[in-house]
């Protein structure tokens, strides 16, 4: 049994596992595109939204811890168990249904943003740590509506930052743009106009 959402998180996890595999201990404080976020701060937060995004599938409460710590011993393999626990949760048609009790969207919203998370963080942490990274195709395209759908309210809180000046969308890569909706430069690490999103 699968969904679109679990589909297109099967496609896009194992290319950021990938990513977070390849991070030397060495590199944990290096910066990130997030801005006061060094990589193991950005590991702390893609655990987090892993772990809660599992949850949010299942329609539970979850809480948001303000410093978390998962990067102890063995966190490469935890992180990938828990990523295919989130696809799996996201397998059942039922979780894509009615609105999130937690967070009062649509449940193929919240979904999406688990995917969006996965994905930009994916990206995040690879540029910092000098990875190549090439997601998913399906899954990037998927994504633009969303961004622009949650972007005044994103914006609004500092999820997101400005969107950042792009070439014309026909010359564009995909992920390029989605990254500029995000408040990203494709090209970190130059400097940004505006401040980069956590």
């Given at each position: 049994?699968?969904?679109?959402?679990?589909?297109?998180?099967?496609?896009?996890?194992?290319?950021?596992?990938?990513?977070?595999?390849?991070?030397?201990?060495?590199?944990?404080?290096?910066?990130?595109?997030?801005?006061?976020?060094?990589?193991?701060?950005?590991?702390?937060?893609?655990?987090?939204?892993?772990?809660?995004?599992?949850?949010?599938?299942?329609?539970?409460?979850?809480?948001?811890?303000?410093?978390?710590?998962?990067?102890?011993?063995?966190?490469?393999?935890?992180?990938?168990?828990?990523?295919?626990?989130?696809?799996?949760?996201?397998?059942?048609?039922?979780?894509?249904?009615?609105?999130?009790?937690?967070?009062?969207?649509?449940?193929t919203v919240v979904g999406g943003m688990a995917?969006?998370?996965?994905?930009?963080?994916?990206?995040?942490?690879?540029?910092?740590?000098?990875?190549?990274?090439?997601?998913?195709?399906?899954?990037?395209?998927?994504?633009?509506?969303?961004?622009?759908?949650?972007?005044?309210?994103?914006?609004?809180?500092?999820?997101?930052?400005?969107?950042?000046?792009?070439?014309?969308?026909?010359?564009?890569?995909?992920?390029?743009?989605?990254?500029?909706?995000?408040?990203?430069?494709?090209?970190?690490?130059?400097?940004?106009?505006?401040?980069?999103?956590?």
């Amino acid at each position: 049994m699968s969904t679109q959402t679990s589909d297109l998180l099967a496609v896009a996890a194992p290319r950021t596992i990938d990513v977070v595999r390849g991070i030397a201990d060495d590199q944990l404080y290096l910066p990130t595109p997030c801005r006061d976020y060094v990589v193991r701060d950005l590991l702390n937060h893609l655990f987090e939204v892993v772990l809660n995004f599992r949850e949010l599938a299942e329609k539970k409460p979850v809480a948001w811890t303000a410093n978390p710590d998962h990067v102890d011993d063995g966190w490469r393999d935890r992180f990938a168990v828990e990523t295919d626990r989130l696809v799996a949760a996201w397998s059942d048609p039922s979780t894509l249904e009615g609105d999130s009790p937690g967070m009062g969207v649509p449940q193929t919203v919240v979904g999406g943003m688990a995917l969006l998370d996965l994905i930009v963080h994916g990206w995040d942490l690879a540029v910092a740590t000098g990875q190549p990274y090439r997601p998913a195709p399906a899954a990037v395209a998927e994504l633009h509506a969303l961004v622009e759908q949650l972007g005044p309210n994103a914006r609004r809180v500092g999820i997101f930052a400005d969107p950042t000046s792009t070439p014309p969308a026909s010359t564009t890569p995909d992920l390029d743009r989605l990254l500029a909706q995000t408040g990203r430069a494709p090209t970190w690490p130059q400097p940004l106009p505006h401040p980069t999103p956590r």
